[in-house]
Nanobody
Framework: VQLQASGGGLVQAGGSLKLSCVASGSSFSINAMGWYRQAPGKQRERVAVIASGGIAVYEDSVKGRFTISRDKAGNTVYLQMNSLKPEDTAVYYC?????????WGQGTQVTVSS
């Protein structure tokens, strides 16, 4: 499975961005897809994950501001980010998980200016 993420950029605080991640290859094996982020000097943390059944889980600091979704084919995951804050600045990584493996995309930079 290969993951291609896009949609990062520079935005002012309070603004919005939408990240996209397309899975190719053996994408039929994917159960859950999600987004993680890593800020400078910090560990990578989970932002949001959505299972194949549509159930989503969010990190507390993004609840009510971010929305994760998947397309009907199940091989594209989106992260709509609203009311962005400077502390959301990080490299965002797309993740896909099957029963046996976890796959990572290349990361996309999100920078929120104050």
């Amino acid at each position: 499975v290969q993951l291609q993420a896009s949609g990062g950029g520079l935005v002012q605080a309070g603004g919005s961005l939408k990240l996209s991640c397309v899975a190719s290859g053996s994408s039929f094996s994917i159960n859950a897809m999600g987004w993680y982020r890593q800020a400078p000097g910090k560990q990578r943390e989970r932002v949001a994950v959505i299972a194949s059944g549509g159930i989503a889980v969010y990190e507390d600091s993004v609840k009510g501001r971010f929305t994760i979704s998947r397309d009907k084919a199940g091989n594209t995951v989106y992260l709509q980010m609203n009311s962005l804050k400077p502390e959301d600045t990080a490299v965002y990584y797309c993740n896909a998980a099957s029963l046996m493996h976890a796959y990572w995309g290349q990361g996309t930079q999100v920078t929120v200016s104050s």
